[in-house]
């Protein structure tokens, strides 16, 4: 399954690579592509492994905020 995630606060590499590696550690997420510019996060992941509580939580704890 696939979402996007609209993300507030990446402006860098540094930030894409904070929001990456943190989705791509969560069991049942196979792939992570950020935006920058567009401030979005698109995740392909195994919906009965992962939701996306789990990804928000993984993505607010590198100090970024998730808009719903």
């Keep these: ?3 996007t995630l609209n993300v507030t606060g990446m402006t ?3 930030c894409k690579m904070s929001v990456e590696g943190a989705l791509k ?3 049942g997420v196979s792939a992570v592509e950020v935006n920058l510019e567009a401030g979005s996060v698109d995740v ?3 919906e009965s492994k992962v939701n996306d ?3 928000k939580e993984a993505i607010e704890e590198q ?3 998730v808009e719903a």
Excluded: L, Q, S
């Design 1 to 3: 399954m696939g979402k």
């Design 12 to 14: 860098c590499g540094h």
């Design 25 to 27: 550690e969560i069991d």
């Design 44 to 46: 392909t992941f195994d």
């Design 53 to 55: 509580d789990v990804m």
């Design 63 to 65: 100090g970024y905020d």
